[in-house]
């Protein structure tokens, strides 16, 4: 059996401020928000009787589950029935574990060994054009005990209200830009060769997939500004892809990632960036004939390249946006490569079961290796 659903209310608005205007952030509200955010857009729409609490004082880099444990205990005494978060997906993803009735412990949470129960409203807001945070059911934290992101996929998780303001956008440097969007690209292609892929979730992957494309072509044949009169789109195409992989799931570039990411503190889409093009022309390799073809047909269309040389032909574009490294530029010894498989082949059976086609330990490994 196949399904796909929107759970979130979708909410489109201009300007911040129509924001304030619909919710009324107040008295009993947790506002997860970084300090720049609120100063520049939310100063005069959060009421100082809500909660405010900036992310980045727990930690520099991705979230942990020792951060959500410090916040879950310097909020303790709040009472609130609304979590709003206005931020990238990282804040979005530790927000949703505090609509929930327990947070902590959270390898516990993670485990599935608490009573999941939500019983506040989660309202979520990107400033990114990346994740689809805003519409997945999905928590992704590094457990510090096993030194690698963690997903906890649950309905509990899903907002009530995501809430999109391309306004957001305007002051996204150029470097989160790139990762963010590659990201979504990648949510896209993962989402639409998935066996859990449907007819449905394949159109709102390749409707993500050409939207992110023909936006970079622009940037690629006018340059690094010419993204600012698409930042609506590119946030349009975020949210299609998570309601693609949402539904279809993401896979190995997801999973091969995520130990890059914690370890060496890749920014997500970057790490993505890094593991992409290999893993699909392996899967390529392995069973060229199956549904990689037709995506590849229409891959090949949007890019004006033969359908045996798309992945090529991505990466080159892909150079326009990012610059791609090998493994060894971020520190990766070749010890890693090793740990890097253990990890993904034991740890990360939740996104491997969405592969295009199976891949065993060796042909991780080689992966890994051919990018060293």
């Not at 190995?252 to 993505?272: D, R």
Request: proline share 3%; with cysteine; net charge negative.
């Amino acid at each position: 059996m196949k399904q796909f659903g929107i759970t979130p209310k979708i909410l489109e608005f201009d300007h911040c401020h129509e924001v304030g205007e619909h919710f009324q952030i107040g008295k009993g509200d947790l506002v997860f928000i970084s300090d720049r955010t609120y100063l520049q857009y939310f100063k005069d729409i959060i009421s100082d009787q809500a909660l405010r609490l900036n992310y980045r004082s727990y930690v520099s880099g991705e979230p942990t589950d020792v951060m959500v444990e410090a916040i879950a205990a310097d909020i303790k005494d709040y009472h609130y029935s609304r979590v709003f978060a206005i931020g990238g997906g990282t804040i979005l993803d530790v927000a949703k574990l505090f609509a929930l009735k327990q947070t902590v412990p959270v390898v516990d949470l993670f485990n599935k060994e608490l009573d999941i129960i939500k019983d506040k409203q989660l309202i979520l807001i990107p400033t990114t054009c990346g994740t689809g945070s805003e519409v997945t059911n999905i928590s992704i934290l590094e457990l510090t005990a096993i030194q690698s992101k963690f997903g906890l996929a649950v309905d509990q998780l899903y907002a009530d209200y995501a809430v999109l303001i391309p306004e957001l956008l305007n002051e996204l440097p150029m470097a989160v830009f790139a990762t963010s969007s590659i990201d979504a690209f990648i949510h896209g292609i993962e989402s639409y060769t998935s066996p859990k892929a449907s007819p449905f979730s394949q159109l709102y992957s390749k409707k993500a997939m050409e939207m992110i494309l023909s936006g970079y072509q622009t940037i690629a044949a006018a340059g690094a500004d010419a993204r600012k009169p698409l930042l609506a789109d590119f946030m349009i195409a975020a949210t299609f892809a998570g309601i693609a992989f949402g539904n279809a799931g993401c896979a190995a570039v997801h999973a091969m990632s995520y130990p890059l990411g914690a370890v060496y503190h890749v920014p997500h889409g970057e790490a993505n960036y890094a593991l992409f093009s290999a893993v699909y022309k392996t899967y390529q390799a392995l069973d060229p004939d199956g549904p990689i073809n037709e995506l590849n047909g229409f891959l090949a269309k949007i890019l004006g390249c033969q359908a045996d040389a798309v992945y090529q032909a991505i990466e080159q574009l892909f150079s326009h946006i990012l610059t791609k490294k090998a493994l060894r530029d971020y520190g990766v010894s070749k010890a890693d490569l090793e740990t890097f498989t253990e990890a993904v082949m034991t740890k990360q059976s939740r996104l491997m079961a969405n592969n295009y086609v199976t891949l065993n330990r060796q042909q991780v490994l080689e992966i890994y290796t051919k990018l060293y």
